[in-house]
């Protein structure tokens, strides 16, 4: 992930609100990006960036978090539940962590040790700490995982995450009612309920080496660059017929150009993931732009087509297709139903603008990436509703423009 210096970049941050997740000092919807509080970038360089249903985080190279947003069920780590509207470093961690992952109402964190912290609410049993525990504004150590993790993801009810010898566990019942309606009479599999971390059968024979989450789907990418699926398929979120998969699902390469998966990325209902090439493809829920594609109507014969499971009418974005102009894209980060892009240097996005998180200045939604102009993005991140951007400054008069309504 691309960093810089503290004299070379700044914060900016736009989208929803209400909680003061964008670190602003207020708790107004921002259709333009603004510049949010710097508290943040004196301690050094960005390393990541994320969000949840309402709040944000913030990883330094240094391993230091700061947080704001909202925080009822303690999801700031903070060790209180009031939320705050600037950023605030979090100050009960005494590990560094290199990334997070936020869920609605909760955080996951990684540590340079390969130990993952978790606190806000444990309604489901997402922070995998057993159900004794409601809501947690402590992060808590998930115990049951024995061996160094690589990789985390956090669902709206559900988590992830991927151990150093390439084994996935899955934790919090945020699956289960899907997975009962669909599987009855038969019995629900255990890691789609359990309250600790559950090892994900099927992938015995794989080195996974990555995980990504949709409100209710799993994403697992391999280190030989194959794509594995499983959860609810209500949008056509796992290129299948069928309406849930308990285990994981092998995405045909033949779907996507027939190259390797280098990188994937999951809003609540929609994939993307590049391939080897730098290409780009989406594929699930489509309805608010998110897919960035337009309808097509053209059937690739190598793909299957999709059944009841999908959205009437909308069964071509229920399977892959490329966005030519991502091709190349450095990074790509996915809110609930929009997304940022950063290709060529230049900040994309598209998706659902009900609160301006497409920072183009409107409330309308953008169906294809569209340029986000005058800043000069060097990471991004994404959370339910709203939108942050690490970006290079420019002087006063670019800087201006980049504030200003966006065409």
């Not at 240094?62 to 939320?83: K, S």
């Not at 057993?130 to 559900?158: C, F, I, N, W, Y």
């Not at 056509?236 to 017929?241: E, W, Y």
């Amino acid at each position: 992930m691309e960093t810089s210096s503290r004299s070379e970049f700044c914060l900016h941050t736009w989208g929803a609100n209400s909680y003061g997740q964008l670190g602003q000092g207020h708790v107004e919807d921002q259709s333009d990006p603004r510049l949010s509080d710097p508290a943040a970038l004196h301690s050094g360089a960005v390393r990541a960036l994320c969000g949840g249903g309402g709040h944000s985080l913030v990883v330094t190279e240094n391993g230091e978090v700061f947080v704001c947003g909202q925080n009822h069920r303690g999801q700031l780590g903070l060790g209180h539940n009031a939320d705050i509207s600037t950023l605030q470093l979090c100050t009960s961690l005494s590990q560094r962590v290199t990334t997070v992952a936020c869920g609605w109402d909760f955080t996951l964190l990684l540590t340079d040790c390969g130990g993952v912290l978790a606190c806000g609410s444990n309604a489901f049993g997402q922070l995998g700490v057993g159900q004794t525990v409601t809501h947690s504004a402590d992060p808590l150590v998930v115990k049951s995982l024995r061996e160094p993790v690589v990789s985390v993801a956090a669902g709206l009810r559900h988590s992830l995450a991927v151990t150093d010898s390439g084994c996935v566990y899955q934790w919090g019942s945020g699956l289960f009612r899907h997975a009962k309606r669909a599987l009855s009479p038969r019995p629900v599999p255990s890691h789609l309920g359990s309250m600790v971390p559950s090892l994900v059968p099927g992938l015995d024979q794989k080195t996974s080496r990555m995980v990504t989450a949709g409100s209710a789907h799993c994403v697992c990418l391999t280190g030989d660059g194959d794509l594995f699926l499983w959860g609810s398929n209500k949008h056509g979120q796992l290129t299948t017929t069928e309406p849930f998969l308990s285990s994981p699902s092998l995405v045909k390469r033949s779907l996507l150009g027939g190259e390797k998966v280098i990188h994937v990325w999951s809003g609540w209902t929609h994939t993307v993931a590049q391939t080897e090439t730098g290409r780009v493809f989406t594929w699930g829920r489509g309805d608010y732009g998110q897919l960035g594609r337009l309808a097509s109507t053209s059937q690739n014969p190598e793909r299957p087509s999709v059944g009841p499971s999908a959205e009437a009418g909308n069964q071509e974005a229920c399977l892959p297709a490329e966005v030519e102009v991502l091709c190349g894209a450095t990074q790509i980060a996915c809110g609930s139903e929009h997304n940022l892009a950063i290709v060529g240097g230049r900040l994309l996005s598209w998706g659902w603008n009900e609160h301006g998180m497409c920072g183009n200045g409107s409330q309308t939604d953008v169906r294809q990436p569209q340029l986000v102009s005058g800043l000069r993005p060097l990471l991004i991140g994404c959370g339910a509703g709203h939108s942050m951007a690490v970006c290079a400054t420019m002087p006063d008069s670019r800087q201006n423009s980049a504030l200003a309504p966006l065409r």
